[in-house]
């Protein structure tokens, strides 16, 4: 047997036979403060000059270990996903401690907490953060108020400290635990549907949006989906969410997009729309991007020829290389005077199961459009260097600049482009707003030369050439057309008959299906 020391405290002398019998008191914590053994000794040696025997003890249990307590900083009474817990732990002996976590719901039984990271703390550390992911213990779709005690062990427990209660609200589908669902909780949607992660399954669900339920089936699949777009839908409109009332459904009855708010999501055969009416602003949480360049998007009108029916009415955007790509998120600012824009042609659906959410403000001239692959990894495709084109509808015909921001996730969920930039457009109407018939060119000319005219609404034409005594020499149209601009060759080689040096009339009549009737002359002149 090892002793750990001799006892200072406890000299006893000068015991006469009457006290031969009695008790000794050892006040062990001078000698072993903090010692906490279960195989500890006491030997006592007599002494009348000359040293006696000495007799011990049987092991005994020695706690004179000192209980470390925790004090918990407040709790924010609005909380989601990982909460942060500050505290301050305290113990005498600045032994290692361990802190154990309970949380509570309302008056439910009290169940342990699950932390993330570390819950073992040096006496350099006894100042710090817990972190709780409340969704490892919850789950999604617990709307609840909590509260929670820390317990702070090192061979004893010590004193239990309770927090301030606070409201959890874990929305499904808000991965990022941010109270609302935006691009970021998508891409999470889209890597964890590409992985079958089932840890962040949502769906099917219970209830009305925001406050769904999971009713988890082991599935990660177009049910999921459903529940993130009805989350996405509420959390569109309703920023500060908890603050408000009830929350309206948005889900249009009989399935018809009825303004330009809308969303739309494609998987296989199936497109559900959802829609809403009510005015909404657009919020811009990424104004000042920076960029990255592992690719580049490139931005174009789309080709202008009025008389090949062609207005530059797209934008076009491209990324610099074919890649694999997991999301994209942009967003347009444009005059909503000049301009506005309309459903787009994505090239990231055409060959791939994805989602797109879409929002327009056309009197603020804002649009904001979001694509997600939802592909297993084995499946997902590389992109063709056109992502999508986006429809340019005119209001006025003249320049004007568009501001666009974007981002662009890969396959791995990590940011491959970002940036912003602006492009100046002409804007040009795709229906001309007046008959017209134009000057011929080139004119005089020989053999050939052309007509341009245009037509507003749908028209029954006539385009006819006469010579100078009025009579008919030929025809060039004679035929219904519909709104546009057109132009016609004539070429005089090709005629029956011959055409001399001289002038030439034009007659252009355009009869629409109100019956009202436009009638125009130019002049031409054959030179040979």
Known sequence: MTFIKKVTALAVSNISPANYQGALIWQ?????????????????????????????TDDF??????????????????????????????????????????????????????????????????VNMLEWNSVDDLGFGEFKTIRIQLIPVDKDSGDVSV???????????????????????????????????????????????????PIPDNKFDFEDLMVLVQQWNW?????????????????????VVKSEVKLETFVRDNTIRYVWEKEIELTDHDSHLSPVNEHLITVFQSNYDLWSNEFGDELIFALDSISQILGLQLQLDYDPHVMRVSQTDNYLLHEQNGFTLQHTNSETGQFLLNTVILEKKEKQLKCAETLFRI????????????SYRWKVYGINGTVISQGGDDIQLTVHYAKPRQYALYQNFPNPFNPSTTIRYQLPV??????????????????????????????????????????????????????????????HHKKIIVLK
């Open 235 to 255: 959390s569109y409109d309703n920023v500060d969410s908890v603050l408000k009332g009830p929350v309206l459904s948005k889900i249009s009855k009989n399935n």
């Open 163 to 213: 927090s301030n209660i606070f409201n959890i609200y874990n929305y499904a589908g808000d991965y990022t635990a941010d109270l609302k669902i935006d691009f970021n909780d998508l891409i999470v949607f889209a890597r964890a549907w590409s992985d079958q992660d089932l840890t962040k399954e949502i769906g099917p669900a219970a209830g009305e949006p925001p406050l769904l339920i």
């Open 61 to 126: 249990h020695l706690d004179n270990n000192l209980l470390p307590s925790v004090q918990m900083g407040a709790i924010s009474t609005l909380q989601s996903g990982s909460i942060l817990i500050p505290m301050t732990i305290r113990d005498t002996e600045g032994d290692t401690i361990h802190i154990f976590g309970r949380y509570q719901k309302e008056s439910d039984a009290w169940r342990n907490i699950t932390f993330s990271g570390s819950t073992q703390f040096l006496s350099d550390d006894y």
């Open 391 to 402: 429809k340019i509808i005119p209001v006025e015909e003249r320049q004007t600049s568009v």
């Open 458 to 519: 749908d028209s029954k034409v006539h385009l006819e050439i006469f010579n100078i005594l009025g009579e008919q020499v030929t025809t060039l149209v004679d035929e219904f057309q519909k709104a546009g601009y057109y132009s016609r060759l004539w070429d005089i080689s090709e005629s029956n008959n011959r055409i001399a040096s001289g002038i030439y009339f034009v007659r252009f009549l355009a009869t629409s299906n109100h019956k009202n009737k436009y009638i």
């Open 28 to 56: 062990s914590d001078n000698d072993l403060p903090g010692i906490d053994k279960t195989t500890v000794r006491f030997q006592i040696t007599p002494s009348d000059g000359n040293i006696g025997f000495p007799l011990e």
